[in-house]
Protein backbone atom coordinates (compact mmCIF):
# COMPACT_ATOMS: atom_id res chain seq x y z
CA UNK A 1 0.00 0.00 0.00
CA UNK A 2 1.77 3.36 -0.76
CA UNK A 3 1.26 6.83 1.46
CA UNK A 4 -2.11 8.25 1.01
CA UNK A 5 -3.76 4.74 0.56
CA UNK A 6 -3.89 4.70 -3.07
CA UNK A 7 -3.81 1.06 -4.38
CA UNK A 8 -1.00 0.86 -7.16
CA UNK A 9 -0.40 -2.81 -8.92
CA UNK A 10 3.23 -3.71 -9.88
CA UNK A 11 4.14 -6.23 -12.67
CA UNK A 12 7.69 -7.18 -13.30
CA UNK A 13 9.13 -7.32 -16.76
CA UNK A 14 7.36 -10.88 -17.46
CA UNK A 15 4.09 -9.98 -16.18
CA UNK A 16 2.85 -6.61 -17.78
CA UNK A 17 0.84 -7.34 -20.21
CA UNK A 18 1.80 -6.40 -24.30
CA UNK A 19 -0.25 -3.85 -26.01
CA UNK A 20 -2.89 -4.55 -28.34
CA UNK A 21 -0.55 -4.40 -32.25
CA UNK A 22 -1.22 -1.64 -34.14
CA UNK A 23 -3.33 -2.04 -36.85
CA UNK A 24 -1.41 -0.97 -39.79
CA UNK A 25 -3.20 -0.02 -43.21
CA UNK A 26 -2.02 -1.31 -46.65
CA UNK A 27 -2.14 1.37 -49.27
CA UNK A 28 -3.11 -0.22 -52.71
CA UNK A 29 -0.24 -0.91 -55.10
CA UNK A 30 -0.54 -0.30 -58.90
CA UNK A 31 1.08 -3.35 -60.44
CA UNK A 32 1.98 -2.73 -64.37
CA UNK A 33 0.88 -5.29 -66.27
CA UNK A 34 3.34 -6.71 -69.44
CA UNK A 35 0.96 -6.76 -72.61
CA UNK A 36 0.65 -10.06 -73.84
CA UNK A 37 1.81 -11.55 -77.24
CA UNK A 38 -1.16 -14.14 -78.04
CA UNK A 39 -3.55 -13.35 -80.75
CA UNK A 40 -5.99 -9.99 -80.32
CA UNK A 41 -8.94 -10.33 -79.06
CA UNK A 42 -12.33 -10.39 -81.63
CA UNK A 43 -14.88 -7.81 -81.44
CA UNK A 44 -18.59 -9.49 -80.81
CA UNK A 45 -19.13 -8.49 -84.62
CA UNK A 46 -15.65 -10.30 -85.71
CA UNK A 47 -16.64 -13.28 -83.47
CA UNK A 48 -17.14 -16.75 -85.93
CA UNK A 49 -20.82 -18.42 -85.28
CA UNK A 50 -21.02 -21.88 -84.42
CA UNK A 51 -24.09 -21.62 -86.68
CA UNK A 52 -22.62 -20.18 -89.45
CA UNK A 53 -22.30 -22.70 -92.35
CA UNK A 54 -18.67 -24.07 -92.74
CA UNK A 55 -16.98 -24.91 -96.03
CA UNK A 56 -17.89 -28.88 -96.66
CA UNK A 57 -14.73 -31.31 -96.83
CA UNK A 58 -14.18 -34.04 -99.26
CA UNK A 59 -15.28 -37.41 -97.77
CA UNK A 60 -12.75 -40.14 -97.63
CA UNK A 61 -13.52 -42.85 -99.72
CA UNK A 62 -13.16 -46.27 -97.94
CA UNK A 63 -10.96 -48.69 -99.49
CA UNK A 64 -12.18 -52.44 -98.24
CA UNK A 65 -15.36 -53.98 -98.26
CA UNK A 66 -17.47 -54.79 -95.25
CA UNK A 67 -20.79 -55.95 -94.75
CA UNK A 68 -22.03 -53.10 -92.66
CA UNK A 69 -20.28 -50.78 -95.14
CA UNK A 70 -22.21 -49.08 -97.65
CA UNK A 71 -20.26 -47.39 -100.28
CA UNK A 72 -20.15 -43.69 -100.16
CA UNK A 73 -20.92 -41.95 -104.07
CA UNK A 74 -17.88 -42.08 -106.17
CA UNK A 75 -17.18 -41.88 -110.18
CA UNK A 76 -17.51 -45.30 -111.42
CA UNK A 77 -16.63 -46.80 -114.82
CA UNK A 78 -18.76 -50.08 -116.64
CA UNK A 79 -16.85 -52.85 -117.02
CA UNK A 80 -18.38 -56.67 -118.46
CA UNK A 81 -17.17 -59.77 -117.25
CA UNK A 82 -15.51 -62.59 -119.52
CA UNK A 83 -15.91 -65.43 -117.64
CA UNK A 84 -18.04 -66.02 -114.51
CA UNK A 85 -16.03 -64.52 -111.71
CA UNK A 86 -16.33 -64.97 -107.61
CA UNK A 87 -17.38 -61.56 -105.76
CA UNK A 88 -15.12 -61.31 -102.62
CA UNK A 89 -15.07 -59.08 -99.71
CA UNK A 90 -11.51 -57.97 -100.17
CA UNK A 91 -8.82 -58.13 -102.71
CA UNK A 92 -8.01 -61.64 -102.58
CA UNK A 93 -8.98 -65.61 -102.15
CA UNK A 94 -8.14 -65.31 -98.62
CA UNK A 95 -11.23 -63.25 -97.97
CA UNK A 96 -14.93 -63.83 -97.75
CA UNK A 97 -16.70 -64.97 -101.02
CA UNK A 98 -19.88 -63.64 -101.14
CA UNK A 99 -21.13 -65.25 -104.37
CA UNK A 100 -20.88 -65.57 -108.51
CA UNK A 101 -21.39 -63.45 -111.16
CA UNK A 102 -22.35 -64.39 -114.25
CA UNK A 103 -20.61 -63.94 -117.68
CA UNK A 104 -21.50 -61.23 -119.49
CA UNK A 105 -22.58 -59.42 -116.62
CA UNK A 106 -21.99 -55.39 -116.26
CA UNK A 107 -20.36 -53.87 -113.13
CA UNK A 108 -19.20 -51.13 -112.26
CA UNK A 109 -15.55 -50.26 -111.07
CA UNK A 110 -14.29 -47.61 -109.32
CA UNK A 111 -10.40 -47.61 -110.67
CA UNK A 112 -8.55 -49.21 -107.54
CA UNK A 113 -6.51 -52.24 -108.46
CA UNK A 114 -5.31 -54.35 -105.47
CA UNK A 115 -3.57 -57.59 -106.22
CA UNK A 116 -4.99 -58.21 -109.62
CA UNK A 117 -8.44 -57.48 -108.13
CA UNK A 118 -10.71 -55.01 -109.30
CA UNK A 119 -12.98 -52.44 -106.49
CA UNK A 120 -16.20 -52.45 -107.97
CA UNK A 121 -19.75 -51.17 -106.52
CA UNK A 122 -22.05 -54.21 -106.34
CA UNK A 123 -25.52 -53.88 -104.52
CA UNK A 124 -24.01 -50.35 -103.05
CA UNK A 125 -21.32 -51.71 -101.48
CA UNK A 126 -17.84 -52.19 -101.92
CA UNK A 127 -16.23 -55.58 -103.58
CA UNK A 128 -13.42 -57.22 -105.39
CA UNK A 129 -13.13 -59.32 -108.66
CA UNK A 130 -10.29 -60.32 -110.50
CA UNK A 131 -9.49 -57.68 -112.82
CA UNK A 132 -8.35 -59.71 -115.57
CA UNK A 133 -11.38 -60.72 -116.74
CA UNK A 134 -12.67 -57.27 -116.97
CA UNK A 135 -13.42 -55.69 -120.26
CA UNK A 136 -15.37 -52.38 -121.55
CA UNK A 137 -17.63 -53.92 -124.36
CA UNK A 138 -19.46 -57.05 -123.44
CA UNK A 139 -18.91 -60.13 -124.55
CA UNK A 140 -20.27 -62.20 -127.03
CA UNK A 141 -21.21 -66.33 -125.85
CA UNK A 142 -19.15 -68.29 -127.71
CA UNK A 143 -21.55 -71.61 -128.49
CA UNK A 144 -18.28 -73.71 -129.86
CA UNK A 145 -16.31 -72.78 -126.47
CA UNK A 146 -14.83 -76.36 -124.57
CA UNK A 147 -15.22 -74.29 -121.27
CA UNK A 148 -18.57 -75.81 -120.27
CA UNK A 149 -21.78 -73.86 -119.82
CA UNK A 150 -23.40 -76.64 -122.48
CA UNK A 151 -25.71 -78.81 -120.38
CA UNK A 152 -26.15 -81.00 -123.41
CA UNK A 153 -25.01 -84.65 -122.37
CA UNK A 154 -24.81 -84.12 -118.53
CA UNK A 155 -27.22 -86.38 -117.21
CA UNK A 156 -29.58 -85.61 -114.22
CA UNK A 157 -30.77 -88.76 -113.35
CA UNK A 158 -30.71 -90.82 -110.29
CA UNK A 159 -26.88 -92.95 -109.93
CA UNK A 160 -27.80 -96.65 -110.39
CA UNK A 161 -25.39 -96.79 -107.00
CA UNK A 162 -27.81 -95.56 -104.95
CA UNK A 163 -28.24 -91.32 -103.62
CA UNK A 164 -27.58 -91.74 -100.30
CA UNK A 165 -24.37 -89.40 -100.40
CA UNK A 166 -26.69 -87.04 -101.94
CA UNK A 167 -28.01 -86.39 -98.52
CA UNK A 168 -27.36 -82.77 -96.98
CA UNK A 169 -25.39 -81.64 -100.18
CA UNK A 170 -26.63 -78.48 -102.15
CA UNK A 171 -27.99 -78.62 -105.33
CA UNK A 172 -25.11 -78.78 -107.40
CA UNK A 173 -23.08 -80.99 -105.27
CA UNK A 174 -25.62 -83.54 -106.05
CA UNK A 175 -25.28 -82.59 -109.75
CA UNK A 176 -21.96 -83.50 -109.72
CA UNK A 177 -22.22 -86.78 -108.25
CA UNK A 178 -25.36 -87.48 -111.29
CA UNK A 179 -23.54 -86.63 -113.75
CA UNK A 180 -20.45 -88.10 -112.43
CA UNK A 181 -22.05 -91.47 -112.21
CA UNK A 182 -23.70 -91.74 -115.40
CA UNK A 183 -20.03 -90.42 -117.42
CA UNK A 184 -18.16 -93.23 -114.77
CA UNK A 185 -20.36 -95.89 -114.09
CA UNK A 186 -17.52 -97.88 -112.86
CA UNK A 187 -17.27 -95.54 -109.74
CA UNK A 188 -19.41 -96.22 -107.07
CA UNK A 189 -18.13 -94.58 -103.82
CA UNK A 190 -18.48 -91.23 -103.26
CA UNK A 191 -18.55 -88.88 -99.74
CA UNK A 192 -20.38 -86.05 -99.32
CA UNK A 193 -21.46 -83.99 -95.92
CA UNK A 194 -18.98 -84.16 -93.33
CA UNK A 195 -21.09 -82.82 -90.26
CA UNK A 196 -18.51 -80.78 -87.64
CA UNK A 197 -16.74 -79.92 -90.73
CA UNK A 198 -15.50 -76.59 -91.37
CA UNK A 199 -14.98 -76.51 -94.63
CA UNK A 200 -17.26 -77.37 -97.77
CA UNK A 201 -17.90 -80.83 -96.56
CA UNK A 202 -19.33 -79.39 -93.78
CA UNK A 203 -21.80 -77.09 -95.55
CA UNK A 204 -22.88 -79.96 -98.31
CA UNK A 205 -20.86 -77.78 -101.07
CA UNK A 206 -18.04 -80.42 -101.55
CA UNK A 207 -18.06 -84.25 -102.94
CA UNK A 208 -15.11 -86.92 -102.86
CA UNK A 209 -14.69 -89.04 -105.91
CA UNK A 210 -13.25 -92.01 -105.01
CA UNK A 211 -10.68 -93.80 -107.61
CA UNK A 212 -8.80 -96.62 -107.80
CA UNK A 213 -6.52 -95.54 -110.55
CA UNK A 214 -5.08 -92.25 -111.53
CA UNK A 215 -5.88 -92.30 -114.81
CA UNK A 216 -9.79 -92.55 -113.84
CA UNK A 217 -8.63 -89.27 -111.94
CA UNK A 218 -7.33 -87.84 -114.85
CA UNK A 219 -10.50 -88.40 -116.59
CA UNK A 220 -13.24 -87.28 -113.68
CA UNK A 221 -10.89 -84.23 -113.10
CA UNK A 222 -10.93 -83.36 -116.77
CA UNK A 223 -14.66 -84.11 -117.49
CA UNK A 224 -15.51 -81.72 -114.40
CA UNK A 225 -13.53 -79.04 -115.39
CA UNK A 226 -15.31 -79.17 -118.89
CA UNK A 227 -18.23 -78.75 -117.34
CA UNK A 228 -17.42 -76.54 -114.22
CA UNK A 229 -20.19 -73.57 -115.24
CA UNK A 230 -23.30 -76.38 -116.14
CA UNK A 231 -22.24 -77.93 -112.49
CA UNK A 232 -21.56 -74.89 -110.66
CA UNK A 233 -17.89 -76.10 -109.91
CA UNK A 234 -15.88 -73.15 -108.37
CA UNK A 235 -12.68 -75.42 -107.44
CA UNK A 236 -11.01 -78.78 -108.22
CA UNK A 237 -8.63 -80.88 -106.22
CA UNK A 238 -7.27 -83.62 -107.99
CA UNK A 239 -3.40 -84.94 -107.33
CA UNK A 240 -2.17 -82.51 -105.15
CA UNK A 241 -3.08 -80.21 -107.63
CA UNK A 242 -5.68 -77.14 -107.23
CA UNK A 243 -7.82 -75.51 -110.61
CA UNK A 244 -10.32 -72.92 -109.51
CA UNK A 245 -12.65 -70.78 -111.85
CA UNK A 246 -11.25 -67.89 -109.88
CA UNK A 247 -7.88 -68.43 -111.05
CA UNK A 248 -8.69 -70.99 -114.35
CA UNK A 249 -5.55 -68.71 -116.38
CA UNK A 250 -3.78 -70.00 -114.27
CA UNK A 251 -4.52 -74.09 -114.92
CA UNK A 252 -3.88 -76.34 -112.22
CA UNK A 253 -1.42 -75.40 -109.36
CA UNK A 254 0.48 -77.55 -107.01
CA UNK A 255 -0.04 -77.50 -103.29
CA UNK A 256 1.67 -78.15 -100.54
CA UNK A 257 2.48 -81.69 -99.07
CA UNK A 258 0.47 -82.88 -96.74
CA UNK A 259 1.98 -86.27 -95.81
CA UNK A 260 -0.94 -88.90 -97.50
CA UNK A 261 -2.28 -90.22 -100.41
CA UNK A 262 -5.90 -89.11 -99.48
CA UNK A 263 -4.38 -85.50 -97.77
CA UNK A 264 -3.01 -85.45 -101.28
CA UNK A 265 -5.90 -86.06 -103.06
CA UNK A 266 -4.06 -88.83 -105.06
CA UNK A 267 -7.15 -91.52 -104.30
CA UNK A 268 -9.86 -89.25 -104.58
CA UNK A 269 -10.88 -86.03 -106.82
CA UNK A 270 -12.36 -83.25 -104.46
CA UNK A 271 -15.10 -81.21 -106.13
CA UNK A 272 -16.45 -78.06 -104.50
CA UNK A 273 -19.28 -76.35 -105.76
CA UNK A 274 -21.15 -73.01 -105.28
Same mark, same amino acid.
Given at each position: ?????????????????????????????????????????????????????????????????????????????? =?????????? $?? +?? &? /? @??????? !?????VQVTG??????????????? =?????????? $?? +?? &? /? @??????? !???????AACAS???????????????????????????????????? !??????????????????????????????????????????????????????????????????????HVHVT??
Open positions: MAAGGTASALWSAKQQPSAAPEEQVTEPVEVEVPATTGPPTRTPDQRVSRDQERPELDPEVEVQAGDTFEAAPIATEP =RFLTEDLNLW $TG +PG &E /D @TTLLTVL !DFGSKRVVDGYAQIVHNDKL =RWVNAEYLSK $TK +PE &E /D @TDSGGGG !DTGGLSTGSDVESGLVENAIAVHRAVCAEFPEITSYYGLRPGD !DGEHGTGQAIDIMITDSATGDAIAEFVQDNYSALGVSEIIWSQQIWTVERSSEGWRWMEDRGSDTANHYDVY
